[in-house]
């Protein structure tokens, strides 16, 4: 070896503190992660990632100067108590007004997902900046004249905004393996959001999933952490753009941190992960953000917590070692840490609106939808009574005005004299949406080279999804879940049908929703098939495995009816997760794993039909594991036994050529391998017998109140869609009578206040719900028996027909099996809910004797699961 040679390997030894020129060892130094090498201008999806000791300190690309802080100081200084306390409160636009912004000087505002000015489901742009313009002059008019901030959930594009073009979700992306393309989306959403007067994005996820049965897996980019981190890079650059000292609309990186490490894929529940897990493989995507300059980060909503390891970190949102010690301390963020939707009040000892646990672990912004009052009150107090230090409110106010002051907020104008505001053209980001849809799509099968479609084939078109943007959008889409949509939401947006009449001609093309047209004449059928949509919680998969037949089974009824009749079937397949599709692939010539697309759907049939656009053809790659069994639910290169159907990266190209034999169709008769445990329960349990049965309470919601309003004790409590009156049933005031008056929502429920229960030993019991019922008016709209896991976590079954079928006026008793709501996603290990009944239209009855009963769902009388929907 060279003497030259020689010196620069001793150099970078000692660099790494392996060797001291003083003989001893030295301590090991911190990593440091910085910006990302580049590849074509944009972040570099690295071949491997070095694997590090610690929490890395990461150098942001975005600063202060001293002037900033000493500013930012004596603005701090001229703020009371309540005023600093005012600007770390975050409500709910429809839960505050501008003079009640004005007079408690509030820092930020948020619209929730679907919620909309006035609740307006189609406001235009105008009445978006109106409300903003109204919110800033409040704010700018307080005794602080200090600007606040709106937040939403701009996640794949600005999706609760009337018209606006829709990106595909964060999974899609991950297929197209292009930074570049992430960093363009992100800067097509920070216009779309100046366009309508938002300063906040809660965006991008930075989720590595390890189990696809969680419900928010398509918002994570992939479970690779090395494309997540080169993402997060650039999707905060394009949000913020590229500036070094002001930034544009404001990114959140999000959730911190292993919200897509829980067990068994719950949605909030607990990651069990070694701290070098959390290092590197969950924080690899936020390192990449905070390089990037990141000015916010959203705390998750799960517990991290592992007995064997010692680690016991509960709660996030309490976790003083996780977001001051790591994330302020370790990775050097400086910007704002926001609390998720009311997530305090899952700490324990706390509730919405009162924990000094998560305002002293860090948290400077408390997102606190409608109990902002009283979380104000609350906060004050505790400062004054010793229970948060004065020095973290000003640590918080601090943030919260360095944040305001890099994004131009403190000096900026009102949001409808902005830069883009009130831009149409800005809303209608067609061009780079289509684009993406394109780079998204994977062709997983195309046996005989069926695809790409001959320019002008004759096409019949088949399934659910063909003519659904609901469905294309998926969830986070005008509402939380994404439901309640048709097409007329969507004015601009495409769908996979309107694409293929476009690519083919109007002529070439008959749709038959459910497959009753045959297909011979047809040069091919096309079936666009998948997911319904849903959001957090909703979309767990809970005790139910990955196969798709059992989830869909209308999908499979649809192949079966159009396969085998002499055209070939192609399947577009919409999905926001991996899911085991056998039966569905050994139905198809082609296959196309087509996620969920957003309202460009003509970027598929851009791929479907050959010569449209001169686009080159299939290029997307898997960034998820696709499943070769249905209980492969967790399922990642390096795992033990690792044997997916198609590895990350698999993705033909349209000239390549493979046939793919006949899968395995095998079905599992019960749940996975991890379900089982709980013992049998041979006791009923009893919930509501001549009265509550501790510690199960009765109560209200509605949107009056969706926390809850406690039944009283003279069993009576009413909000404006829904009442409650003691009434007789078996004997004297036994039972309450519940009254829908379909003027909206409403539920009534018994929980368990103190937290989930596990009841899995009713489920092994062949257990059912019990209870005794008199119908005084049946219901007109849906009706459903549910039960909560704690909430997002929750499972229903349609009991209308139930319901409608039962004499009026009579007695009756009702027996729900248990195994129905555990199909339709309960998980039995922590029933916090284990009863509840929701309709929106006109509905009377009176409930008593409620239990679970085991062996009950073996009577006679019992509901089958198939009469429940």
């Known amino acids: 070896m060279s003497r030259r040679h020689l010196g620069a390997v001793l150099a970078a030894v000692l660099a790494a503190g392996l060797i001291t020129t003083g003989g001893a060892l030295a301590a090991p130094k911190q990593p440091v992660v910085g910006e990302p090498r580049t590849e074509n201008g944009c972040a570099r999806i690295e071949k491997t990632l070095p694997t590090l000791s610690d929490w890395p300190k990461v150098d942001s690309r975005v600063g202060s100067s001293a002037a900033d802080e000493r500013r930012i100081k004596k603005l701090l200084g001229t703020m009371t108590l309540a005023e600093k306390v005012g600007q770390m409160t975050q409500p709910e636009i429809n839960a505050i007004t501008p003079d009640e912004v004005r007079a408690y000087g509030i820092g930020s505002v948020l619209n929730g997902a679907g919620s909309t000015p006035g609740m307006d489901k189609h406001a235009p742009p105008e009445a978006w900046l109106d409300l903003a313009d109204a919110f800033w002059t409040a704010s700018t008019t307080s005794r602080t004249r200090v600007p606040l901030i709106w937040g939403t959930h701009a996640v794949h594009g600005s999706n609760n905004v009337y018209g606006t073009t829709l990106f595909p979700h964060n999974i899609g992306l991950g297929a197209a393996h292009d930074p570049c393309l992430v960093r363009e989306i992100g800067k097509a959403t920070a216009a779309q959001l100046r366009a309508t007067g938002q300063d906040l994005t809660y965006a991008p996820t930075l989720a590595v999933p390890r189990d696809d049965r969680w419900g928010r897996t398509y918002e994570g980019y992939s479970e690779d952490p090395r494309i997540t981190r080169a993402y997060g890079y650039e999707a905060v650059k394009g949000i913020q753009g590229s500036d070094r000292r002001r930034v544009d609309v404001l990114a959140t990186a999000k959730h911190f941190i292993g919200d897509g490490g829980t067990l068994r894929g719950r949605d909030q529940g607990v990651n069990p992960s070694s701290v070098a897990e959390m290092i590197n493989t969950h924080g690899q995507g936020f390192y990449g953000a905070l390089a990037a300059g990141a000015q916010a980060v959203m705390v998750s909503y799960n517990s991290w917590t592992n ?77 004054e009574g010793g229970q948060i230090p004065l020095g973290r409110i000003d640590d918080a106010v601090t943030r919260v005005l360095r944040v305001k002051l890099r994004a131009g907020v403190l000096d900026g104008e009102k949001p409808s004299a902005r830069a883009g505001a009130g831009s149409a053209k800005a809303l209608q980001a067609r061009k780079v949406a289509r684009e993406a849809v394109r780079e998204s799509q994977v062709l997983l099968k195309n046996d005989g080279g069926v695809l790409p479609l001959k320019s002008r084939a004759k096409v019949l078109v088949v399934g659910k999804s063909a003519d659904s943007l609901q469905n294309q959008t998926g969830g986070w889409t005008l509402s939380w879940q994404g439901t309640g949509n048709t097409n ?53 998969l809970g005790r139910r495995t990955l196969e798709a037949a059992k989830l869909y089974p209308e999908d499979l009824a649809v192949l079966d009816k159009v396969r085998g009749r002499g055209a070939p079937v192609v399947t577009v397949y919409l999905s926001g997760r991996p899911l085991h599709v056998n039966k569905e692939l050994n139905r198809s010539d082609a296959f196309v794993a087509s996620w969920l697309p957003g309202t460009e759907g003509g970027g598929v049939a851009d791929l479907l039909v050959r010569g449209r656009h001169t686009y080159p053809g299939f290029s997307g790659q898997l960034s998820y594991s696709w499943p070769r069994s249905a209980c492969q639910t967790v399922l990642h290169p390096g795992q033990e036994g690792y044997d997916p159907l198609f590895k990350p990266g698999y993705g033909l190209k349209s000239w390549q050529r493979t046939t793919i034999g006949q899968l395995d169709e095998t079905s599992p008769v019960g749940g996975c391998a991890d379900d089982d445990g709980g013992g049998t329960a041979t006791e009923e349990l009893e919930l509501f017998v001549g009265g509550d049965v501790a510690p199960h309470r009765g109560y209200l919601s509605s949107p009056d109140n969706w926390d809850g309003t406690e039944i009283g004790p003279d069993g009576t409590a009413a909000h404006s869609s829904i009442s409650v009156a003691p009434a007789d049933v078996n004997g004297t005031g036994d039972g309450l009578k519940t009254t829908w008056t379909g003027t909206g929502p409403g539920q009534i429920y018994l929980a368990n206040p103190a937290g989930g229960t596990d009841l899995r030993g009713y489920a092994n019991a062949d257990a059912a719900v019990v209870f005794d019922v008199v119908v005084h008016q049946p219901p007109t709209n849906r009706t459903a028996l549910g039960a909560h896991c704690s909430w997002p976590c929750l499972a229903e079954v349609d009991t209308t027909k139930v319901f409608t079928d039962l004499p009026v006026g009579q007695r009756s008793t009702v027996k729900i099996p248990v195994s129905c709501l555990v199909a339709a996603g309960l998980d039995a290990e922590k029933v916090n809910i284990p009863f509840l009944v929701f309709t929106d239209g006109p509905f009377q009855a009176s409930f008593a004797n409620v239990r679970w009963v085991p062996k009950a769902a073996q009577d006679p009388d019992a509901k089958t699961c198939a009469e429940l929907g």
């Open 307 to 383: 007995a064997e390891l010692g680690i016991d970190e509960g709660r996030l949102h309490g976790s003083k070692s996780a977001v001051n010690d790591v994330l302020k301390g370790k990775l050097g963020f400086d910007g704002l840490v926001v609390s998720d939707w009311n997530g305090i009040g899952q700490v324990p000892g706390c509730s919405n609106y009162s924990c000094p646990q998560a305002i002293n672990a860090g948290i400077d912004v408390v997102m606190v939808p409608t109990d902002w009052k009283a979380f104000i009150a609350n906060t004050v107090a505790q400062v």
């Open 488 to 540: 007329a939401d969507f004015p601009g947006g495409t769908t996979v049908l309107g694409g293929l009449r476009e690519a083919l001609g109007a002529a070439n093309v008959v749709f038959s929703e459910t497959g009753d047209v045959d297909p011979a004449g047809f040069d091919a059928v096309v079936a666009v098939l998948g997911e319904t949509p849903y959001a957090e919680g909703i979309g767990d």
